[in-house]
């Protein structure tokens, strides 16, 4: 089943999780989820602190062929551009973005989970 493009003034970005329908727990951040930062720096503790996503599904599929513990399954969610949703795209290799917000509002982006 193909998932209608994202509507006008939003963004598709793609999330790797474990479970259809994905856990509280997948959507939170690192720093949500207790975990210690590997390296303290200004850009590790940005990115520490947001979600990490992906700017296409095939980017995704990719991350976990090279690191299948991901999950095997892959959220799309469509971020709004408005300013109303924090976002950096592209601050990684392979398409790596990372969005913020809390859980109920980023539950409320998804639109679809595939099987990877």
Known sequence: MRVPDPPPGHIALFRIVES??????????????????RAVTARA??????????????????????SPMLG????????????????????????HSTVWGDVVTIRSWIVAVKRT
């Open 72 to 95: 095997g399954y892959i959220v799309e969610l469509h971020v709004p551009t408005d300013g109303s949703a924090r976002m950096e795209l592209d601050n990684g290799p392979h398409g």
């Open 20 to 37: 259809n329908p994905p856990s509280d727990f997948a959507l939170l951040s690192h720093q949500a989820r207790g975990r210690t930062m």
């Open 45 to 66: 503790q940005r990115l520490w602190s947001g979600l990490s996503v992906y700017r296409t599904e095939e980017e995704a599929r990719a991350q976990v062929g090279r």
